[in-house]
């Protein structure tokens, strides 16, 4: 099979292995108030990263380069990987952190290579410029410079359908508290 193929499927499955992934974690938890709250706390940034993104973003209409955008080619999926460290961090187990970096570590990786390849074709002399300023994964600091200074839009927000992050971490959150108080 080839590259392409293996990136293709594994962005495929990503959502589909979703559930999964909170079955696991549901089934590995140990959750105690202390570990909820330190990673109700660490997840909190991760939302704050994910919201902050999606009111930049036109997706596949116009390169994201305002924001969080300054800081990180890939800000909603940096707001994922803090959002699983605080879910993981909320099941206090070794074994509901590994499954979530397993995951995270199999399915991201091609997710981040096909959307880079995609912005390549989309925005051919804008994302390679964007590139040689902005870093993948892992944020600078400062933001680079940049010549778009948008703001945050709710609309864009509502129109990315952000909440649903949010009610996804809220659904997690009721089934840890919900095992920890009934086992």
Known sequence: MSESKIINTLYGLRVRVGPLLVIGVFLAARSTWRSL???LAVAAVG?????WASGHIQKEKKLAISGPYRHTRNPLYLGNFVLGIGI?????????????FLYFGLFY?????EERE??????????ANY???VPLFFPRLRPSPGEDERR????LYRKNREQRALLGTAFVWALLVAKMLLF
């Open 37 to 39: 709250a330190v990673g």
């Open 131 to 133: 590139t040689r300023r």
């Open 109 to 113: 990786p091609p997710v981040i290579i």
């Open 47 to 51: 939302l704050l990263i994910r919201a």
């Open 118 to 127: 995609r912005m390549r074709r989309l925005f051919p002399a804008a994302y």
């Open 88 to 100: 993981a961090a909320a099941t206090n187990s070794m074994w509901g952190a590994a499954l979530f």
């Open 152 to 155: 945050f839009r709710w609309a």
